[in-house]
């Protein structure tokens, strides 16, 4: 099937094949073509263009978007999507002036959303899934990583990654699976974090491996979860299975865990909510990418992550959701570009940069996801008539996307 799409107001995110991450400077420019055309053939996209250059026939559907932007599907590197069901309470308790540690401290938090999961069905755990990631389609994600981490035992983060299994399979979308069984200390291993710790490396990682179920492993590295050390034991033992370290960092203390990372070869860090200069210059001229959340920091009024030191310190950087129940219950990477603006005080050019083909190579896809390159994927966003992409991150509380394609299909 090839289908032109003809009259795009602006195509955005035209890019040469062997650009894989945007970093610096360069995050300032989103390359485009102004009355432009874009032809797919089945999931790839064939060819594009200026109008006047147009010389396509035989096409088997011409679709006139006049006055529309094209640009590609967001790319949404860092979500829990998969969990069972919410924690509004604990929303409440913040706005009665309780901190994330101490909801955490009292049994909330992680450890609540796991004694959730542990209580629900597979088939149950699935369906709540399935609505979530049908929704953050809807908003134009096209490539999204999902953790496990809400099970902390072997028999429930196995569930959970038998459910990204399940999605994957039966949605039209790229899908990456990240282990995180060090993402708490579950209750019964509080006087005994190493016993867990070992678990994690003698039973559920070697689980997870021999059924193929991840293809990335994650730490939360943070002061009263797991520290450098254990950091690094946990990654070193992953190495035989070759699953890639994809690090939650700097959320709340800087303590190490970012040049930890970088010696053990992530291919992203992420949150860096706290950033000292020492852990800017150790991510320079590297191959991690660090990742912000903001909607994390927005709905817990932390601080937002520096992207606009970073950036300007020569680093490239990335926009995810950290879609979860706790500290950031949204997916929608629309809201995303738009704070990552406002609060973050990056461009629309840098955030869209961040949320496509940084986000892409922040989850291993920059070679078939991010941005509009003949050989990748049809995955794109087709706005509203809008004046200009710079409306899309101004208009934050709309909804500016008329349709979304996903492998040539529009959803």
């Not at 300032?28 to 009355?35: M, V």
């Not at 949605?171 to 867990?196: D, M, R």
Request: proline fraction near 4%; charged fraction near 25%; aromatic fraction near 8%.
């Amino acid at each position: 099937m090839r289908i032109l799409y003809i009259n795009i107001k602006e195509l955005l995110q035209v890019r040469e094949e062997n650009t894989y991450k945007i970093s610096g400077k360069e995050m300032s420019k989103l390359p485009t073509i102004k009355n432009a055309f874009l032809l797919i053939e089945d999931d790839l996209i064939k060819d594009f263009g200026p109008m006047e250059t147009l010389s396509i026939d035989a096409v088997d559907k011409t679709i006139d978007v006049t006055g529309r932007i094209i640009l590609p599907s967001w790319c949404d590197s860092h979500t829990h999507l998969v969990y069972a069901g919410n924690r509004e309470q604990e929303f409440v308790d913040r706005i009665n002036g309780l901190t994330y540690e101490e909801i955490a401290n009292k049994g909330g938090g992680i450890l609540n959303s796991a004694k959730t999961l542990q209580e629900t069905s597979e088939e149950e755990l699935y369906e709540q899934s399935c609505k979530r990631l049908e929704t953050v389609m809807k908003m134009g994600t096209g490539a999204i990583e999902i953790k496990s981490g809400y099970g902390l035992t072997a028999e429930a983060e196995l569930k959970m990654l038998k459910v990204i299994e399940l999605l994957k399979q039966n949605y039209n979308i790229a899908i990456k699976s990240t282990f995180l069984g060090a993402h708490a200390v579950p209750s019964e291993y509080k006087n005994n974090k190493q016993a867990y710790i070992d678990k994690i490396i003698n039973e559920i990682l070697p689980k997870v491996a021999k059924a193929n179920l991840a293809e990335y492993i994650d730490v939360f590295c943070e002061e009263g979860y797991f520290s450098v050390a254990d950091m690094e034991a946990i990654l070193e033992s992953s190495k035989e299975y070759h699953l890639i370290p994809k690090v939650h960092v700097n959320q709340f203390n800087a303590i190490g865990g970012i040049k930890a990372s970088v010696k053990l070869n992530a291919l992203s860090v992420d949150h860096l909510e706290v950033m000292k200069e020492e852990d800017i210059e150790v991510l320079k001229n590297t191959e991690t990418m660090p990742v912000g959340l903001p909607l994390c920091s927005y709905f817990l009024s932390i601080p937002y992550a520096p992207a606009r030191k970073m950036i300007d310190s020569g680093l490239p950087f990335a926009l995810a959701t950290d879609y979860n129940p706790g500290s950031s219950p949204s997916g929608n990477m629309n809201l995303v570009v738009a704070t990552a603006c406002i609060k973050m005080r990056i461009t629309p050019e840098e955030a869209i940069n961040a949320a496509t083909i940084n986000g892409a190579y922040a989850m291993g896809l920059s070679k078939t996801h991010g941005s509009i390159t003949k050989g990748k994927k049809a995955n794109f966003i087709i706005t509203k008539e809008i004046p200009s992409y710079g409306y899309l991150p101004y208009d934050f509380g709309n909804t500016n996307i008329e349709t979304v394609v996903l492998n040539g299909i529009t959803i």
